[in-house]
């Protein structure tokens, strides 16, 4: 399977300001995808990145909140904007490798204050 | 009815024991199904894939899946201490074969 770096894998930022989350994977890749985990639940896909376009964002997702780059097949990032602390969770990219299986980057914590 | 659905928990088992783990889903999902592991503070690590009616072995582990009633479980043969995590039941999303739908999450908790 594909090695995925996150970084930074923590941060405590302050409400209002936005954070950028870098994922780096070591091989080409045609599927990379941005998921939630919020404190005591499950993962939630925010969206689908999407090399030379615009991502696609699931339903409750917006571009103006966290919007997102894939400049080629390695690498990606989100941004979480204008932060409040209900966006404190956990932001995992994903790589898709095999037939459908996903793999994960170890995580970015985010906590707002 | 959420698309994958799975049992909270905890599931607590002794060392040694069979622990099983369930997970039903809807028509809205596809029919490519995965089990990860999710240590606490950590990111979910691959255990089984699925895709097929029947059962899946890996070590320790197997997968069934049984599209006519719509279930997949995961068994974990001579459990042990370190199997002790959250365990993520997902399955593609109806509308991609590549997008995950999750399950809440099974925490398993293995007894020395």
């Known amino acids: 399977s594909a090695v995925i770096s996150q970084k930074p894998s923590r941060d405590i930022c302050q409400r209002g300001t936005s954070l950028t989350i870098q994922c780096q994977v070591d091989?080409?890749?045609?599927?990379m995808f941005w998921y939630r985990q919020q404190p005591g639940q499950s993962l939630t896909l925010i969206a689908t990145?999407?090399?030379?376009?615009?991502?696609?964002?699931e339903s409750g997702f917006v571009i103006d909140k966290f919007p997102i780059s894939r400049p080629n097949l390695t690498f990606s990032t989100l941004t979480v904007s204008n932060m409040s602390p209900e966006d404190s969770s956990i932001y995992l990219c994903?790589?898709?490798?095999?037939?459908?299986?996903?793999?994960f980057g170890q995580g970015t914590r985010l906590t707002v204050v | 009815q959420k698309e994958v659905e799975q049992n909270s928990g905890p599931l607590s088992v002794p060392e040694g024991a069979i622990a099983s783990l369930n997970c039903t889903y809807s028509?809205?999902?596809?029919?490519?199904f995965f089990w990860y592991r999710q240590y606490s503070g950590k990111s979910p690590e691959l255990i089984m894939s699925?895709?097929?009616?029947g059962d899946k072995e890996d070590g320790r582990f197997t997968a069934q899946l049984n599209k006519a009633s719509q279930y997949v479980s995961l068994l974990i043969r001579d459990s042990q201490p370190s199997d002790s995590a959250t365990y993520l039941c997902?399955?593609?999303?109806?509308?991609?074969?590549?997008?995950?739908?999750f399950g809440s999450g099974t925490r398993l908790l293995v007894r020395p």
């Open positions: 994903s790589v898709v490798g095999g037939e459908t299986e996903a793999f």
């Open positions: 091989s080409q890749v045609t599927m």
């Open positions: 990145a999407n090399q030379g376009s615009e991502a696609t964002y």
């Open positions: 028509d809205r999902v596809s029919q490519s």
């Open positions: 699925i895709y097929s009616n």
């Open positions: 997902a399955a593609t999303s109806g509308d991609s074969s590549y997008k995950l739908i």
